[in-house]
């Protein structure tokens, strides 16, 4: 099984940037297609990002396009979240999830597809 490791997480001001990582141990990394979710107070769990087992394919939530990026490096077993010009309204705990997946080029943006989950990282971004 793997275990993920969120960081990177911060208190930034709204237009500013952050790039929270995600570190996997445990498992064979290239395996599994990798996914960010995000839980505000209050409100349920939602899809941010996820990426393909190659990182050849990616997906974003419409709330995040264009200001996010997903990305993986497989040789250290990590995945990323390169945020930019963020928003109040992206303040947050963010979670990184993994699940096995045969084709190389799915994505997974349900979190109940997901059967790996790390502990979550918080971001705030200040008005």
């Known amino acids: 099984q793997v275990q993920l490791v969120e960081s990177g997480g911060g208190l930034v001001q709204a237009g500013g940037s952050l790039r929270p990582s995600c570190a996997a141990s445990?498992?064979?990394?290239?395996?599994?297609?990798m996914g960010w979710f995000r839980q505000a107070p209050g409100k349920e769990r939602e899809f941010v990002a996820s990426?393909?087992?190659?990182?050849?394919?990616?997906s974003y939530a419409d709330s995040v396009k264009g200001r996010f990026t997903i990305s993986r490096d497989n040789a250290k077993n990590t995945v990323y979240l390169q945020m930019n010009n963020l928003k109040p309204e992206d303040t947050a705990v963010y979670y990184c999830?993994?699940?096995?997946?045969?084709?190389?080029?799915?994505?997974?943006?349900?979190?109940?597809?997901?059967?790996?989950w790390g502990q979550g990282t918080q971001v705030t971004v200040s008005s």
């Open positions: 999830a993994a699940e096995v997946r045969l084709l190389t080029s799915v994505v997974v943006t349900t979190s109940g597809w997901y059967n790996y």
């Open positions: 445990g498992g064979t990394f290239d395996r599994y297609v």
């Open positions: 990426i393909s087992r190659s990182g050849g394919k990616t």
